[in-house]
């Protein structure tokens, strides 16, 4: 049975960093693309970085784009989100998905059908 366990999230001021990890159990965690998503209150959920299974794709958010940093260690079935110059506007609960078929691109619209973890909150405040 697959699990995914998101961690890391936490409160910081603007312009301050975290690292999210995305413990993935259950699976054969290097053969799967996996991506980050996150949800803010009143709005809808949105892809913010995913990367391939060969680790040569990555896709971010217009909005994190140079500001956050996808990676995947497989040996240790962890899947990484460093963040920084956070804004107020990055304050979500983040998840972190693996998706359903393996050798998969990174897609948000395939990730998205797979295995989810319950979230992590982040918050940042100015």
């Known amino acids: 049975q697959v699990q995914v366990v998101e961690s890391g999230g936490g409160s910081v001021q603007a312009g301050g960093s975290l690292r999210l990890s995305c413990k993935v159990s259950?699976?054969?965690?290097?053969?799967?693309?996996m991506g980050w998503f996150r949800q803010a209150p009143g709005k809808e959920r949105e892809g913010v970085s995913c990367?391939?299974?060969?680790?040569?794709?990555?896709i971010y958010s217009p909005s994190v784009k140079g500001r956050f940093t996808i990676s995947r260690d497989n040996a240790q079935n962890t899947l990484y989100l460093d963040m920084n110059s956070l804004k107020p506007e990055d304050t979500a609960l983040y998840y972190c998905?693996?998706?359903?078929?393996?050798?998969?691109?990174?897609?948000?619209?395939?990730?998205?059908?797979?295995?989810w973890g319950q979230g992590t909150q982040v918050t940042v405040s100015s």
């Open positions: 998905a693996r998706d359903r078929t393996p050798y998969g691109g990174a897609s948000f619209e395939n990730i998205k059908q797979g295995y």
């Open positions: 259950g699976s054969a965690f290097e053969n799967y693309a």
């Open positions: 990367i391939s299974w060969t680790e040569k794709t990555t």
